[in-house]
C-alpha cells in the first residue's frame, strides 16, 4: 500500500487584526491509496483546513504536501489547479456547493466527467443509488440525493482520491446511511477516499482514523 497524498510538517497560519492565527501545525499525516481515512476531531480541530490543504485548495504557510510521493504545494496556482482537476475530487460540507443547481443531475454529471477530460457515463447514477433520477434538477433532490450526486461526479472525474468534508453534517440519519454506503462504493471501485467529520457514523465506517485536537494530530 502506497500514499496517494501526504502532509509533513504542514501549518497554517491565518492573519487577524490581533495577530495571525493557527489553524493546524507541525501535522504530518498520510491518505493511503486504498479505503477510507478519517480526519476526526471536535469543531475547531483543524480537520477541515487539512483536508482543503490535501486537496490543494489552500497553501500551507510552512510544510509541504506530497501527491504519489512528488512535493506539490509548492507549484504555481495553475498547476495546482490542473492537478486538482485532473486527479482529486473535493466535497464541500453543503451539498448545493458541489453541484451545478441550474443542471439536470445527468448534466452535472456530465459536466464533471468532462471538466477531467473523462468520457461521461451515466450508468454511474445507478452506482450510487440514483438511477432514474438524471432529468431532476438539482434543487428537486433532497440533501442525501444531492451529496450522493456530488460522490458521483467525484467518481465520474476518475481521481486518484476523493476528500468530503462533513459530507453527513446537514443530514437526517436515513440520507447519512445512504451516503455513507456511497463513500463505500468508491472503494470498491479502487478510489481511496478522506473524510473530515466528527459523525461517529462515518468514522465506524474508517479503514483509518486520524484524531486532531487544537489544530494537531492527537
Not at 497560519?13 to 478519517?38: E, N
Not at 433520477?133 to 481521481?159: E, I, K, N, T
Request: charged fraction near 20%; include cysteine.
Amino acid at each position: 500500500m502506497a500514499d496517494v497524498l501526504a502532509a509533513q510538517g504542514v501549518g497554517v497560519d491565518y492573519p487577524t487584526p490581533a495577530g495571525a492565527v493557527t489553524a493546524i501545525d507541525g501535522v504530518t499525516v498520510a491518505v493511503p491509496d486504498q479505503g477510507i481515512t478519517v480526519f476526526a476531531g471536535p469543531s475547531g480541530s483543524g480537520k477541515s483546513t487539512l483536508l482543503r490543504v490535501l486537496a490543494l485548495v489552500e497553501r500551507p504557510t510552512r510544510g509541504v504536501v506530497e501527491l504519489s510521493g512528488e512535493t506539490v504545494s509548492t507549484r504555481s496556482h495553475r498547476q495546482l489547479r490542473a492537478l486538482r482537476r485532473q486527479t482529486i475530487a473535493l466535497m464541500f460540507q453543503s451539498p448545493l456547493e458541489n453541484l451545478l443547481p441550474e443542471l439536470t443531475a445527468a448534466q452535472n454529471v456530465i459536466a464533471a466527467a468532462q471538466s477531467a477530460g473523462q468520457a461521461p457515463d451515466l450508468e454511474l447514477l445507478g452506482v450510487v443509488g440514483l438511477d432514474g433520477m438524471g432529468d431532476y434538477r438539482v434543487p428537486a433532490l433532497s440533501g442525501g440525493q444531492q451529496q450522493r450526486l456530488a460522490l458521483c461526479c467525484a467518481l465520474a472525474r476518475d481521481p486518484k482520491v476523493v476528500l468530503a468534508d462533513e459530507p453527513t453534517s446537514q443530514l437526517d440519519d436515513t440520507s447519512a446511511g445512504l451516503v455513507l454506503e456511497s463513500l463505500k462504493v468508491l472503494v470498491d471501485r479502487g478510489v481511496p477516499v478522506a473524510v473530515a467529520s466528527h459523525d461517529d457514523r462515518v468514522i465506524e465506517l474508517a479503514d483509518r482514523v486520524v484524531r486532531m485536537r487544537s489544530g494537531r494530530v492527537a
